[in-house]
């Protein structure tokens, strides 16, 4: 049952707003034309995007007026449907500019996203707290269970009920006041909280004066350090900034102590450095403004109000969970520290080991103990190569296939591929853009996007435009790029949220998201693929010979590949245990230091001096940029479910089991959030998952 009458609606007000069929000089009132409707990114200017928000939110205000003043009685179509589907201007604008935000951003797009923050915070209390809108939607709510609605309807329709009540729709009108109030700092804090912290990332340095200070870093990071110099005007020296493909190399190689201690300690105090771009009291007012929050929302701290609406449900379970991975991961991390210390040893020396030493020892002992050297795999994982590798298994799972696309269609970055993706019966089911590298502009770490999601208009399927957004190692000079193990993990991860953007199919947008820590579950699960002996042998090839990567070292990879989960477990499970610590607070005090807390409370729990966590409060962008906060357990949460769901292919011999791929995307990839995350589990496990798989895969 699709919708028709709020369509009618809607084109009412959006002739009433002046926007008629006339071609508009704004780009983003028009039908974009090039293929598959992409934007015609080159033709849109900040200006386009302010107006294009500002008219789409009048737009959006219209439609909702004619539903509340529609004079009939309440139903789904003309009230939960018409809801829905309103707002598509805004949309549309919306998903142009917010991938581009993070991607390209600029001080133009900066300063549009700070101004139009607490318009755009108004115009959703606006909506979410309107007392005429939220009764017409109760009384639809309140007969339910005497309506005759699918699946997807009876979703949409308890989503849309709980989603005015948890934004404060039944509170009185002078906390409904309260509330528009702090959804508006908490908006503008996360905002500068974000664009601080890639202000620190792009532009915190560490110089290198000679060449004799980067013995032991490969050629091409050298290379690459030598060009960020010189496009920042200190030509003859060498640079590092705080993205990972810049950084990290230094700290795994760099034999220089001095120099990794002074990356190391630039990389964690981003945000932290007490100029005009620290995050201190930021993280500290919005910890404070989400706890006043969930307080005027009757719970007890921000973490029971943000779980309300999560598999997990209660910070207990959470809590339970990271303490059964939290002891075993420590007693590992500190069995990796005597090999470091070990490998100290070997070298004549004494010091005990310090975070900045980690890394590089720990490459070290690795090559001890398996006889594996990064480098030499680095040949075999050059960036084009590994690509063809992830459509390959995406094709042998789900028969997809992929045909390149990037000069037919316009272009938001010159060093971003486009795809069509089509499905086993020919069908085009998505657009995808591959955006590997860093620049200047670029969000630190890697996300998928879209610039259109999935959806229906009547019976046609829109398919959806998606981005993989990353910071890979790019090449330099006549170079090639070629990738760590922990980038080609990477880029399955996040090809993996991809795929579940390609294959959702769901008519309404309330029906579309999943809870956030289910959404984890398609990008880990991919990662499973990566490293197996079968897969390597399709994209592991020398960048020089095209020799594919030989079995003694695939064997020593597989052997390997437990080695260093000690570290990078504690260091995870410490982000997620501050992350859970802040938000469980009853009480902020007035003078709340996040950098002491987070240290008081691991040093509590026994953490190894030499780890800290993946992210320091000033640089958690998960948490305190409002995606993953009370959030950011939901990777380990998931890796429950993945492995145990990779165990499910691994299970029948066949990591390509035909039968199991298709329960898989059936199940889990295309129902959108039709059904509860584990109802959607179980309907493919058959059962609940079980913590095993994950121990045994962290080697725990």
């Known amino acids: 049952m699709m919708i028709k009458k709020h369509l009618l609606a809607a084109a009412i007000a959006i002739v009433a707003c002046g926007c008629g069929t006339q071609k508009s000089d704004n780009p983003l009132f028009n039908e974009f034309t090039a293929p598959h409707g992409i934007a015609p990114f080159s033709e849109i200017t900040i200006d386009h995007y302010r107006e294009g928000m500002l008219r789409g939110m009048e737009e959006q205000k219209a439609e909702i007026e004619a539903i509340v003043n529609n004079p009939e009685a309440p139903t789904f179509e003309n009230t939960i449907a018409a809801l829905d589907q309103c707002g598509e201007t805004l949309r549309k604008v919306r998903g142009t500019f917010s991938p581009l935000s993070s991607s390209n951003s600029t001080e133009e797009i900066r300063a549009l996203q700070k101004e139009m923050s607490p318009i755009s915070s108004a ?31 009876k979703t949409v329709l308890e989503n849309t009920y709980k989603r005015f009540v948890n934004s404060g729709a039944e509170l009185s009108d ?30 915190t340095f560490v110089v290198a004066n000679s060449l004799e200070e980067l013995k032991g870093l490969p050629q091409a990071n050298i290379d690459a350090a030598a060009k960020m110099a010189a496009d920042n005007g200190q030509q003859g020296k060498w640079m590092f900034n705080m993205q990972r493909p810049s950084c990290n190399p230094v700290l795994q190689y760099c034999e220089n102590r001095e120099l990794r201690e002074k990356v190391y300690k630039a990389y964690y105090n981003r945000g932290n450095q007490d100029n005009e771009y620290d995050n201190k009291a930021i993280s500290a007012k919005i910890v404070a403004l989400r706890l006043e929050k969930a307080k005027l929302m009757g719970y007890n701290n921000y973490a029971e109000m943000a779980l309300e609406d999560r598999m997990a449900k209660t910070p207990e379970a959470v809590y339970n969970l990271l303490d059964q991975v939290w002891e075993p991961a420590v007693k590992k991390a500190k069995e990796e520290i005597a090999d470091i210390r070990a490998e100290i040893r070997k070298e004549g020396k004494s010091f005990e080991p310090e975070g900045w030493d980690y890394m590089y020892y720990q490459d070290k002992a690795k090559q001890a103990k398996y006889a594996v050297d990064e480098q030499e795999i680095r040949s075999y994982l050059e960036i084009n190569n590994v690509m063809q590798g992830i459509f390959h298994v995406a094709g042998k799972l789900y028969g997809i296939t992929f045909k390149e696309i990037t000069a037919e269609v316009p272009s938001y970055e010159p060093t971003a591929k486009a795809y069509e993706v089509i499905d086993r019966d020919g069908t085009l089911l998505a657009i995808f853009y591959s955006d590997n590298f860093p620049r200047d502009g670029k969000n630190a770490g890697a996300w998928c996007t879209s610039f259109r999601g999935q959806s229906y208009e009547g ?36 090809f993996g949220h991809a795929l579940h953007s390609f294959m959702r199919d769901v008519r309404y947008n309330g029906a579309s998201g999943v809870e956030r820590d289910f959404v984890e579950l398609p990008s880990q699960i991919n990662e499973h693929w990566a490293f197996e002996p079968e897969v390597l042998a399709v994209y592991a090839k020398h960048y020089q010979t095209g020799e594919v990567i030989p079995m003694e070292l695939v064997n020593k990879i597989v052997e390997s590949s437990k080695y260093g989960q000690g570290f990078a477990t504690v260091e995870y ?20 230091n996040v950098m002491d807390f987070e240290a008081k409370k691991l040093a509590e729990r026994g953490i190894p001096k030499q780890i800290l966590p993946r992210y320091r409060m000033t640089n958690f962008s998960h948490t305190m940029g409002g995606g993953y906060s009370a959030g950011y357990y939901s990777y380990m949460w998931a890796e429950v479910l993945d492995a145990d769901a990779f165990d499910a292919f691994a299970e029948t011999g066949d990591i390509f089991n035909q039968e199991v791929a298709e329960k898989f995307r059936k199940y889990v990839l295309t129902p959108g959030g039709i059904d509860d995350g584990m109802v959607m589990y179980k309907n493919f496990r058959g059962r609940e998952p079980k913590i095993d798989a994950l121990l045994r895969n962290r080697g725990l």
């Open 174 to 203: 002078a906390d409904k006041e309260k509330l528009r109030a702090l959804n508006q700092e908490l908006s503008m804090l996360q905002l500068t909280f974000s664009q601080n912290l890639q202000h620190e990332t792009n532009n």
């Open 459 to 494: 019976e046609e399927r829109v398919i959806p435009i998606v981005i993989n957004c990353c910071n890979m190692t790019a090449p330099t000079g006549d170079g090639p790029a070629l990738q760590s193990i922990d980038n080609v993990e990477t880029m399955f991860h996040e």
């Open 123 to 153: 115009h959703s209390d606006d909506i979410n707290l309107n007392p005429k809108l939220f009764a017409r939607v109760k009384a639809v709510y309140e007969q339910k269970d005497n309506l005759t609605l699918t699946a997807e309807e």
């Open 573 to 592: 499970v410490a982000a997620s245990l501050s992350d859970m610590d802040l938000h469980v607070l009853t009480e902020v005090p007035a003078d709340l």
